[in-house]
């Protein structure tokens, strides 16, 4: 059973919570501009956003997923949307080099990785604004990392 999960860890990517100095500058400084946009709308930072790392997209460079949910709750529109959970989430994929870039910036109420067509995906949990069909409370939009380091959107579920 150990090996089983380890291997799924290996195949996933294992998830790791970061630590504030861990991170890369980068990040650290999106990290350091929300708590100032926070400040300045007249709000309190509060908890600290969940920072992870993982290889999201498979190149076996660790990139990183700073999702700022129930950051900055006080000062409203700030880190999060509305009263479900539709949070500020921002992605940073890892370079060989060991920098990262900034890649992707979205609102989601969670989010987790999976992979679809055999290849790493990253799934959002959406609210019905984004979902095709309203009747839905939550609908899933899914994205998978192509081989040639392309990002392709798949249709919602």
């Excluded at 604004?129 to 990392?145: G, S, V």
Aim: hydrophobic share 35%; with cysteine; glycine share 8%.
């Amino acid at each position: 059973m150990l090996r089983v999960l380890l291997a799924l860890m290996l195949l996933f990517g294992a998830p790791f919570a970061a630590h504030a100095n861990e991170v890369p500058e980068r990040v650290q400084r999106f990290l350091d501009e929300a708590r100032n946009n926070c400040l300045k709308a007249g709000g309190t930072p509060g908890a600290a956003p969940k920072i992870t790392s993982l290889d999201l997209n498979g190149d076996g460079h660790p990139d990183w997923i700073v999702h700022y949910e129930g950051y900055c709750l006080t000062a409203p529109n700030q880190s999060c949307a509305g009263p479900r959970g539709n949070c500020v989430i921002e992605i940073f994929l890892g370079q060989p080099d060991g920098s990262v870039r900034f890649f992707l910036m979205q609102s989601t109420i969670s989010w987790r990785t999976d992979r679809i067509l055999g290849r790493p995906a990253l799934i959002f949990h959406r609210p019905n604004d984004f979902c095709r069909d309203r009747k839905q409370q939550i609908c899933d939009e899914r994205y998978i990392f192509e081989r040639n380091g392309g990002f392709r959107h798949l249709p919602y579920r």
